[in-house]
């Protein structure tokens, strides 16, 4: 967790104005434990404990798929996995997540299951295209969340076939619609929760401006780097719940088209890795190191709103927090 303060030393360097980091769960699809891959990572104890280090102000959002890992399969034990969902209410609830996006494995037991954890437990819930049975919204569209003086607008849409007690609205048209009415103008910044395929998405925003971030929690590929369409950034968190996305904003009482700023700052990494690594080319790896901080200063001097994303594993390098673990193990153990 330590790199993370290594971004703020090396803005805050550079820069004056305000500073916001929004952190980015999805698509575990039920997974409390660490995945059983060749590195196991994720669980909630990590994200509990990765959550516990940032700065008190963080933004804590869920981008879609949580709660389940399939629809409800005839002998198996449907109870226990809707106790685990609970579970994961109540772990959102107390991890206090500003924002949860309703995607395609949250609905695999219907739409009045995942209403009711969102009333045990008050979550923030929203989808843009989830409809009940009457036609009718089943959650808020969007939130916006205000932040010394900076309107955050997170917007959420799913991508599925109707399903038990509710319907899906065509998200690429729910999409189109919000942006014919203007939505995106209300808010500084504006962030798509999408449990959709990036391809569709990043053919919408090539036609569609408005929406500077859209953080994917849908299919298995993640990306390091944001993948850029116009002036939409693209971002995916993987599978399994292995990583965490990890957002740092700057801004300032000027009104600019954002900059991303994450290539530069992973050049400086890569230059100071190498530094360690290859010693035997010293010389060569410190120039580098300078020229790459002589351009990130300049972009930053230039640009009065600015981003960096960066994805943590949530590998073995961050430990479990005790007590949530004791609680996954408790809960697993009866079963």
């Not at 516990?52 to 629809?71: D, K, Q, V, Y």
């Not at 409800?72 to 997540?97: C, G, R, Y």
Request: some cysteine.
């Amino acid at each position: 967790m330590k790199k993370y303060f290594g971004i703020f030393l090396i803005i805050s360097a550079f820069a004056l104005g305000s500073e916001l980091q929004i952190s980015f769960t999805g698509n575990n699809r039920g997974l409390l434990t660490p995945c059983g891959c060749n590195i196991p990572s994720g669980g909630w104890p990590r994200i509990s404990t990765a959550l516990s280090e940032m700065p008190p102000s963080t933004l804590h959002i869920g981008a879609g798929n949580h709660f389940f890992h399939h629809t409800p399969m005839p002998k198996e034990d449907q109870i226990f996995e809707q106790k685990k969902a609970a579970l994961q209410a109540e772990l959102f609830a107390e991890l206090k997540f500003d924002v949860i996006n309703a995607g395609q494995f949250d609905l695999c037991y219907g739409l009045n299951v995942l209403r009711s954890l969102q009333s045990r437990h008050s979550l923030p819930i929203i989808s843009a295209n989830i409809l009940d049975n009457e036609g009718n919204l089943a959650f808020p569209p969007f939130r916006v969340i205000h932040f010394q003086g900076l309107d955050i607008m997170f917007v959420g849409i799913c991508s599925l076939s109707d399903g038990f007690n509710f319907h899906i609205k065509d998200p690429l048209l729910t999409l189109k619609e919000l942006y014919r009415d203007g939505i995106f103008e209300d808010a500084d910044m504006v962030i798509l929760l999408a449990d959709a395929p990036a391809v569709i998405l990043s053919e919408f925003v090539k036609d569609y401006d408005g929406i500077d971030l859209i953080v994917c929690a849908k299919e298995h590929a993640f990306t390091g780097l944001p993948v850029h369409y116009k002036g939409t950034a693209l971002t995916q968190l993987g599978s399994q719940g292995k990583y965490l996305g990890n957002l740092l904003i700057h801004f300032d009482d000027k009104i600019s088209e954002w900059k991303d700023i994450s290539p530069y700052k992973h050049s400086i990494e890569t230059a100071e890795n190498a530094l360690i690594s290859r010693s035997d080319q010293k010389k060569k790896f410190q120039k580098q190191l300078k020229r790459n901080k002589k351009i990130i200063k300049s972009e930053i001097r230039h640009n009065s709103r600015y981003y960096h994303w960066e994805m943590l594993l949530l590998d073995s390098s961050v430990k479990d927090d005790p007590v949530i673990k004791k609680r996954v193990e408790e809960f697993t153990g009866d079963q």
